[in-house]
């Protein structure tokens, strides 16, 4: 049997006194811990680009009867795919992240999974994954599979440029290409807008989430733009905040919404000036709460498209 000793040594160090750690099956936890579903804060990240890209797709055709399935859809789908990603980004990155102090702890390098079963428990998620996305038509599988490239190589990457961080935000993006994909069988230049300014949004928010691994991944080589920016960060994020909210808006226009739409990209933008203007990137804490903070922001533009979807069905 487990003592109370060995379980919380086994708890990953920045995702404590979740329901992982206190309810799931013991045998479960290492491997919920691999997929990140006791911080779900990325499949959260994940899935917005997703349901802004549905809920506009939805808008531009003026028929929102799919709209619920698909957003279900793309939930369950972002999850699984979230999760299958970070075990395959634990599976590349085992050995760096027994030298950082904060994923020394996360199950590949503390020895709570193997490879090989990690191996099998990505392509479960995957085949979950594959499940949801079967789902849809022939042009949103084939976009759908596309994204894999990216996802495959964005571990790699920051041990070769300073810029991971647009890698993710291609990835992490891909999801604002589905929608018109799922919802209008083509890419137009209203989702390239909102994938564009979704990549700026994913740069700047993934910044402020390197700066807590800051000082370990000067000292074993790892490079991000946290690092790159330094000092410099506020003006940085004040680029790639604005470029956001401006293109992001490019997309509205083209898609001809109103009010509620404009209503929650203001509240978007609202909540990214607070980050700027609270960041200390010396504060790990702080940089990690306002990282999750992208949540309710993205939530908040989320709300407003799918109002006026609604009121232009």
Known sequence: MTSAADSKAARVADATGNWVDTHAPQWSRPYLRLSRLDR?????????????????AARVAGEIHQLPLDIALFFVGAFAM????????????????????????????????????????????ALVGLTVLLQFNRFAVGTGIASLIIVAIYPFM?????????????????????????????????ALALYAGSIAWVIGYDTIYAHQDAEDDALIGIKSTALLFGERTHQALILFYSSAVVLIGVALYLAGVRWPAWIGLVAFA??????????KIDDPA????????????????????????????
């Open 270 to 279: 609202a909540n990214l000036a607070w980050q700027i203007r609270r960041l």
């Open 286 to 313: 702080l940089c990690k709460r306002l990282f999750y903070s992208n949540r309710d922001a993205g939530l908040l533009l989320f709300a407003g498209l799918l109002v006026d979807a609604v009121m232009a069905a």
């Open 158 to 190: 920051k041990r070769i440029t300073w810029w991971p961080q647009i890698v993710l935000g291609l990835a992490f993006s891909w999801g604002a290409l589905m929608g018109f994909a799922v919802t209008l069988g083509r890419i137009d230049a209203t």
């Open 82 to 125: 979230r999760g299958a990603g970070c075990t395959w980004n634990d599976i590349t990155d085992r050995d760096l992240d027994a030298r950082v102090e904060r994923t020394r702890s996360r199950p590949i390098p503390a020895g709570q999974v193997s490879v090989r079963g990690a191996m099998v428990f990505l392509l479960a998620q």
């Open 40 to 56: 779900p804060i990325g499949s959260w990240l994940l899935l917005i680009p997703c349901w802004w890209s549905a809920a506009l």
